[in-house]
């Protein structure tokens, strides 16, 4: 039973391909490369297909946060869609949640740009949404990592091309 949903959007000026490459494929060493000073590693256990679970170890200057282990879902290139069920270990929503599911969409948005849309929905323990600023932190959460991404990529724009 879902009992909350957040939406929100992003404009990234990085091509739809690159982005995609960088950050939905499952090549953990382009991405973790891309989000320096944010994760510190990446390690997934599986193929990399649906099912697999994917460790993240966040920098410890990033917050409460240290660790996101994520399972794959499904993921269509052609579509650009990838969705995924989160477990927080550590920080302060951790303890709160009983589920969560991401789906993130990749859209372009013109020559060089691209416009992420991402929806969370989940489920408290105690079954009650969660308050408007804790929505914002966990959709938050998710665009920073793509909004990191988007600054390597300006910064070095043929690294990965």
Same mark, same amino acid.
């Given at each position: ?28 060493s382009?991405?973790t490369?891309?989000?320096v ?6 390690e @997934?256990?599986?193929?990399? +297909?649906? +099912? ?16 996101f ?12 869609? @990838?969705?995924?069920?989160? @477990? ?20 372009? /948005?013109?020559?060089? /740009? ?21 929505? /914002?932190?966990?959709?938050? +959460? ?18 990965? /091309?």
């Amino acid at each position: 039973m879902v009992v909350g949903r957040v939406t929100d959007e992003c404009p990234v000026a990085v091509p739809l391909e690159l982005l995609w490459k960088v950050v939905f494929t499952g090549d953990v060493s382009i991405f973790t490369k891309a989000c320096v000073g944010l994760v510190d590693a990446v390690e @997934v256990d599986g193929d990399g +297909g649906p +099912g697999s679970v994917t460790t993240m170890k966040l920098n410890p200057a990033v917050g409460d946060a240290k660790v996101f282990k994520t399972r794959l879902l499904a993921r269509d290139a052609a579509a650009r869609v @990838v969705k995924s069920e989160l @477990v927080v270990e550590g920080g302060e929503l951790a303890g709160q949640m009983k589920s969560q599911v991401s789906e993130v969409k990749v859209v372009p /948005a013109g020559e060089g /740009a691209t416009v992420v849309h991402m929806t969370v929905e989940y489920e408290r323990v105690d079954g009650a949404p969660l308050p408007p600023e804790d929505e /914002a932190k966990i959709v938050q +959460g998710y665009l920073s990592l793509i909004k990191k991404v988007e600054e390597y990529l300006v910064a070095h724009p043929g690294e990965f /091309a």
